[in-house]
């Protein structure tokens, strides 16, 4: 039961989420909500940079290079389908780390540079609000933003 509603949840974030994700474009990519804050093509790339990488602390195998946790928008953004396939592998990754762990594993702890020592289920649910948290900048940025 434990893995059917993990499985959910992922699929309700990837539901609830895709209703920004969905929208962005290469044409409304540098969209800001201001002159202060990054690109919805930022976001979107760090959206999905994130995901992997939340995903390798967790044990998923990855390949993504961190260009914006910490950085400055200066166009990491521009390839919008780039982004569009890193937060499709992050998604599959979660997939496929929640299908194949034990019940048990979700209470063992993982070191994170950001929180300290904290349980797996800790860290997979905080990636998916991390997720959430910036569809939500982008679809305000989409109803807001200008160049």
């Known amino acids: 039961m434990q893995k059917e509603i993990l499985l959910e949840i992922l699929r309700q974030n990837q539901f609830t989420s895709h209703f ?11 969209l ?4 202060k804050t990054s690109s919805i093509g930022f ?5 999905g940079e994130t995901m992997n990488l939340f995903g390798a602390l967790l ?12 950085q400055t928008d200066t ?8 982004s569009r396939q890193l937060i499709s592998r992050g998604y ?4 496929d780390l929640v299908e194949n ?15 300290g020592t904290v349980t797996r289920i800790r860290l997979f649910v905080h990636a998916l609000f991390h997720t959430s948290n910036h569809a ?12």
Do not use: C
């Open 59 to 70: 044990g998923v195998p990855t390949d993504v290079k961190n260009t914006t946790m910490g």
């Open 101 to 115: 762990s034990a019940d048990e594993d979700w209470l063992k702890p993982v070191d994170t540079p950001f929180f």
């Open 136 to 147: 939500g900048q982008i679809s305000l940025t989409l109803a807001r933003g200008s160049k």
């Open 20 to 30: 920004s994700l969905d929208r962005v474009s290469e044409e409304n990519a540098s």
């Open 75 to 82: 166009g990491q953004g521009v390839d919008v389908e780039f």
């Open 32 to 35: 800001r909500l201001n002159g």
């Open 43 to 47: 976001i979107y790339r760090h959206i």
């Open 92 to 95: 599959a990754g979660l997939k």
